[in-house]
């Protein structure tokens, strides 16, 4: 199953950050954007609007196209990850060998 686009953009927001030694407070400063939503964003947990992360890249002096690019090939790795590990079904069709599949306990059925 693919990762959301929200968070592996947020995972590269993160990575920019962090490899600048800079704290989710200094760089919701700079962006003008709480913290909270920052962070929340990070995780991936909200989706950022395009306005939103042009101020966060400014706020980290990256551009937003490296930040896009950058999360186009991560979703690209795990996507061939994902094609590597389908395991292939008698149909044709990969299966994903991360699905779970639930199987219920049979019923006792009550005889009238």
Known sequence: MAVPLREV??????????????????VSHSARV???????????RKEASSELLSAICTALDVPLSRVLTDA???????????TLTAV?????????????VVIPHPVAMAVA
């Open 72 to 82: 186009g090939e991560k979703m690209a790795s795990q996507e061939r990850i994902a």
């Open 88 to 100: 292939p079904h008698e149909s044709g069709a990969p299966i994903d060998v991360n699905t779970k």
């Open 9 to 26: 953009i947020g995972d590269v927001i993160r990575d920019a950050r962090t490899s600048q030694g800079r704290t989710l407070r200094e």
């Open 34 to 44: 709480s913290l909270g939503y920052l962070s929340e964003v990070e995780r991936g």
